[in-house]
């Protein structure tokens, strides 16, 4: 409850913060590939929905949700959740970036829970396209949920 309760503070001061500068929304729709680094799993497939907006002049606010599915390599069980991650994407150039968000995911697994998740990022990207490798753990989920995956998203201007 103390994570969602500070989730949720950052991210109502982050809206309200941005709404007096009357700035833009962007959305961007992903499929993410990954793999599992530890082991247990192989294959992650995720998809996600990510909302932006520029707060300073090289940063931008980021909202992000979906759903992440970890398929099973060996005895496991599948596992999935659906993450919540507020964040910071900070452009370094014209392009090229770098993110971080920290967020909860619901698990998908009866009985799994809530997680504390956090994401780095590296990335690139253009007026309609964003491409990035990321790397994402689920710490309560266990030892078997940290991934790198590569994101690849189609962005589009909210008006």
């Known amino acids: 409850m103390k994570q969602f309760f500070i ?12 709404t007096s500068n009357a700035q833009k ?11 599992a680094s530890n082991g247990g ?13 520029k707060i300073m002049d090289k940063a931008q606010f980021i909202l992000t949700t979906g759903v992440t599915e970890f398929f099973k390599k060996n005895n496991l069980s599948s596992m999935g959740y659906i993450p919540l991650k507020p964040g910071v994407k900070y452009f370094w ?14 698990g998908l697994v009866k009985g799994s829970g809530r997680s504390f998740i956090w994401s780095p990022s590296v990335g690139l990207a253009f007026k309609k396209f964003d491409i990035s490798l990321k ?3 689920a710490t309560d989920f266990g030892k078997y949920t940290k991934h790198f995956a590569l994101r690849l998203a189609r962005g589009f201007e909210l008006k």
Request: aromatic share 16%; net charge negative.
């Open 7 to 18: 989730i949720a503070l950052f991210t109502t001061a982050m809206l309200f913060s941005n």
């Open 25 to 35: 929304w962007r959305m961007g729709v992903s499929i993410m590939p990954g793999v």
């Open 41 to 53: 799993y192989g294959f992650t497939l995720g998809a996600d929905v990510r909302l932006q907006t």
């Open 93 to 106: 150039g014209e392009n090229f970036y770098t993110a971080g968000e920290i967020g909860i995911g619901f």
């Open 135 to 137: 790397y994402e753990d």
